[in-house]
């Protein structure tokens, strides 16, 4: 069983900075690919980004590229995702995850956190 535990989460002004994280009670926490989807009020869950287990391949959504970065410590179980330059419309629950390749889609990961709130003020 794996258990992922987001934090980081909060309320922050357009323009501004929040830092995620993701930590990870397993033993095998570096052969899985991480990443990061979200959820707004009222929309499905999307894709933001994910890391391989060797951070040779990341991938962001075309809207967070620029802003956002994803990156993890196998030493320590855990993977980030530091988010600049917010805007409102990144109002979401944002979910951890854990799975077997780099995919943007749900479906192909075996664990999921349950979330954190990221809020957006203009």
């Known amino acids: 069983q794996v258990l992922l535990v987001e934090s980081g989460g909060g309320l922050v002004q357009a323009g501004g900075s929040l830092r995620l994280s993701c930590a990870a009670s397993v033993g095998s926490f570096s052969s899985f690919a991480m990443a990061w989807f979200r959820q707004a009020p009222g929309k499905e869950r999307e894709f933001v980004s994910v890391i391989s287990w060797n951070r040779d391949n990341i991938y962001y959504t075309d809207s967070v590229k620029g802003r956002f970065t994803i990156s993890r410590d196998n030493a320590a179980n855990k993977v980030y995702l530091q988010m600049n330059s917010l805007k409102p419309e990144d109002t979401a629950v944002y979910y951890c995850?854990?799975?077997?390749?780099?995919?943007?889609?749900?479906?192909?990961?075996?664990?999921w956190g349950r979330g954190a709130q990221v809020t957006v003020s203009s």
């Open positions: 995850t854990a799975g077997p390749s780099t995919s943007i889609k749900s479906d192909s990961y075996y664990y």
